[in-house]
């Protein structure tokens, strides 16, 4: 199942995120010299993907950024944030307590008014606990064979992955997996991402053979071939890549530039085969926020 309607938060003050830093191996330090450059040059990524995204048929729903507080993640709506076709609108626990200001009430009422939403479930309560479930950083959803991926970290907390899965109905899938250092990688999204064809996962990330042959057997299950992606193009965001479609229903396959000159010819070709490749250059969203076009993007599924 996937949409061809999304959300996406035009930053004011997108910065380098200290307390996001620990988690995100991703995430590269700014020098305070650099700051306005990068903000400028944050806002004008965004508009280029926005842009090319409306261009295709995608009906993009692009909320400002509100001045104050400052918010340096606010290009990453998905964290905070999922919707659902039986009218649900889920909130979720954030690891950074500077993030936790994104989840906007407003942008809330507005999805409300205009989709029909009935219900609010917020699992931010886990915060208290200082559990954290970062959105669909946290979760890989399979809507339509009703199974969720997680790979637990910092920000992934397996008792809230289960609660989300009962609440929704869902069968968690969940497993570990770390980048070439050992360290457990921050969000699921960042290694895998499920098309309705295929699945884009770094399967040496996954150092448990018994729950990688269990991600396996569900993508065989599933009918999804598996592109396989090295370390080396997981650093260059080839698995925070996401499946949208036009409203015409044309499948399209939205990454970054990095992420496009990562994968191989083959790979390429494979995705090809049903979707069109849509790219844009986000290198300092990239660099400095250490998310990718997968995380700039909020899906709209409606009730």
Known sequence: MITDTIVMVRPKHFSYNKQTAASNAFQNEAKAIELLNIEQQALKEFDELANKLKNEGVNVLVYEDTDKPL??????????????????????????????????????????????????????????????????????????????????????????????????????????????????????NVMMSLAEEFVVICLVAIPNQKEKQQLLNHFADTGKMVIDITFEQMEQMAGNIIQLKNTTGQKIEVMSQTALNAFTDKQLTQILMTNKIVHSNISTIEKYGGGSARCMIAEVFKP
């Open 71 to 188: 918010k340096s993640d606010a290009v990453f709506p998905n964290n905070w944030f999922t919707t659902h076709t039986n009218g649900t609108i889920c909130l979720y626990p954030i690891f950074a307590e500077n993030r936790r200001t994104e989840r906007r009430l407003d942008i809330v009422e507005d999805l409300k008014l205009k989709f029909k939403y009935n219900t609010v479930e917020d699992f931010s309560y886990f915060e208290i606990a200082k559990q954290y479930l970062e959105g669909t950083g946290s979760l890989i959803l399979d809507r339509s064979n009703k199974l969720l991926y997680a790979c637990l970290s910092p920000r992934t907390d397996k008792e809230a992955v289960e609660t989300v899965a009962q609440k929704l109905a869902y069968q968690p899938i969940i497993f570990n997996a770390v980048d070439r250092g050992g360290k457990a990688i921050y969000h699921t």
